[in-house]
């Protein structure tokens, strides 16, 4: 005995005009879901977060090319490494620890050829303006301004993160609920690691 199963109807295609307006429909659903998620706290509060954030970054980056908040200080213990190069009989500096009075230790990245500083001399200490973060200072030998060690890793994720920031919202990533929370987590994260670093 020969049964004849049940045959799916043949498919027929959309026309032109369907699909033109299944796409349409696909597109409002979305533009709908996009401005719901605007108008949710949850977006604005984020966005603000965000938004600071990147002013914190540029902050921190401004602050170690231009003007910042110092502080004098005198050391008590001066140790001295010595690079590769040298320059007549002198080698290069390459970097000075620096421990003050307070038995803080600073270390500042010189790779120059520089006079040692003598101890007991005074020098200073360049700080950011909103997270007060050490991050470049100047020694009494010489009128140069250098990089502080601890802040490389905060100088780095500044650029990093900000640029990663500027991206994220030229292509307004920041309308979707995903990716905002992931720029958020990211955001979130980066600052804490400043605040205890």
Avoid: W
């Amino acid at each position: 005995m020969n049964y004849e199963g049940k045959k799916r109807p043949p498919r027929t295609p959309l026309s032109p005009e369907e699909v033109a307006e299944f796409v349409l429909l696909k597109k409002i659903r979305e533009h709908k879901k996009i401005e719901k998620f605007r108008k949710s706290s949850t977006y604005k509060i984020f966005n603000i977060f965000n938004v600071a954030c990147f002013f914190i970054y540029c902050e921190l980056f401004f602050c170690f090319l231009g003007p910042c908040h110092y502080q004098n200080h005198y050391n008590k213990h001066v140790t001295i490494e010595y690079g590769s190069r040298f320059k007549g009989d002198d080698r290069i500096i390459s970097t000075v620890k620096v421990t003050d009075v307070n038995n803080v230790q600073y270390e500042f990245l010189i790779n120059s050829f520089i006079t040692p500083p003598p101890k007991f001399s005074r020098f200073e200490v360049g700080r950011d303006f909103l997270l007060q973060k050490d991050i470049k200072g100047s020694i009494s030998t010489s009128d140069e301004q250098y990089r502080i060690q601890r802040a490389s890793p905060i100088l780095f994720l500044s650029v990093f993160v900000a640029i990663f920031s500027f991206i994220f919202f030229f292509y307004n990533l920041n309308q979707n609920p995903h990716s905002l929370r992931a720029i958020t987590s990211i955001n979130a994260i980066t600052v804490l690691a400043f605040i205890l670093i």
